[in-house]
């Protein structure tokens, strides 16, 4: 959005493109570093874990790891459809990528096992790379800019506390998986089913909020209006707010009873639900948090 203000949408798109390549080639190098090292990380992220989980984790890491790449691509895809306001194909595509995980956990859960679901999130991730055809057509059939150390060394000033912000941020549930990894078996995926609750709150009540508000912040920030800037920002934290503190009052209370609709079936037993409505009553209280930072 500051390039469509500094320079034109035209050169924006150049510019732009000149960084998606960099930024797909180095994400692909990434995944080629870190596929002979899915053991050893494997080990290193849950050292807690026996030989046979361990080993488990490293082939479905193999599985996951390509998906990196796709979803870089994907991610940036997303955001631009969000900035031009096609908030209702990005949603789209965010839901058959979501079946896609499913449709493979379905289809090959008999044969693969748990893989089946590594194998969906890498597929899923690939489909959402398909949303640049969805981009303003005149902007995707604009050259490469050619000053692209230029566009390259002012992204990273911008981007760099940013990606420092998101790696301290992600550094909390690979420093919990590390711990829970020494807790009695199953200690792990009870943490997991709690989450998935949490964060389900999470996507349904805050990014849409978020997405919404997107659009008009990027616009504002890059025009340097502050005035309008702090009042997007100001409304979306305070809607995000108080459409989660029901959220949370109901799941507080409710969470055994949410817990036991959701998983308790199978395996999953009257203990496994006391364990996870526990867990997930301490992650409510990081919801607000977690809504602010986004």
């Known amino acids: 959005s ?14 732009l493109k000149s960084l998606l390549r960099f930024l797909l080639w180095t994400s692909a190098l990434l995944v080629l570093i870190s596929l002979p090292l899915a053991g050893p990380l494997a080990r290193a992220l849950a050292p807690g874990l026996g030989l046979s ?18 979803g870089v691509a994907g991610s940036i895809f997303a955001a631009l459809l969000n900035y031009h306001r096609r908030f209702v194909c990005a949603a789209l595509f965010a839901l058959a990528g979501n079946a896609l995980a499913l449709a493979c956990i379905l289809l ?8 089946s679901a590594a194998a969906g999130v890498t597929a899923g991730a690939l489909l959402l790379a398909l949303q640049w055809f969805f981009l303003p ?62 964060w389900l709150a999470y996507l349904v009540l805050v ?52 817990i036991a609709f959701l998983y308790e079936r199978g ?10 409505a526990a867990i997930l009553r301490v992650y409510l209280f990081g919801l607000p948090g977690a809504a602010a930072t986004l």
């Open 137 to 198: 057509a005149a902007g995707r059939r604009e050259p490469r800019a050619t000053a692209t150390a230029d566009t390259r060394a002012e992204f990273s000033r911008l981007a760099g506390p940013l990606a420092a912000g998101i790696a301290l941020f992600n550094l909390i549930p690979l420093v919990e998986r590390f711990l829970s990894s020494f807790l009695p078996t199953g200690g792990i995926a009870l943490l997991n089913y709690a989450f998935k609750v949490d």
């Open 207 to 258: 990014v849409p909020i978020t997405t919404l508000a997107f659009p008009r912040l990027a616009d504002a920030g890059a025009a340097g209006d502050t005035q309008k800037f702090l009042g997007a920002l100001q409304l979306a934290l305070k809607g995000a707010l108080l459409a989660l503190l029901p959220a949370m009052i109901f799941l507080g209370i409710a969470a055994p009873a949410v």
């Open 2 to 15: 500051g390039w469509v203000v500094a320079a034109g949408e035209a050169a924006a798109w150049a510019r």
């Open 267 to 276: 395996s999953f037993t009257t203990v496994h639900t006391a364990g996870t």
């Open 108 to 115: 090959f859960a008999g044969r693969i096992g748990i893989y």
């Open 53 to 70: 989980e361990t080993s488990i984790a490293a082939r479905a890491l193999l599985i996951l790891l390509p998906g990196i790449a796709f």
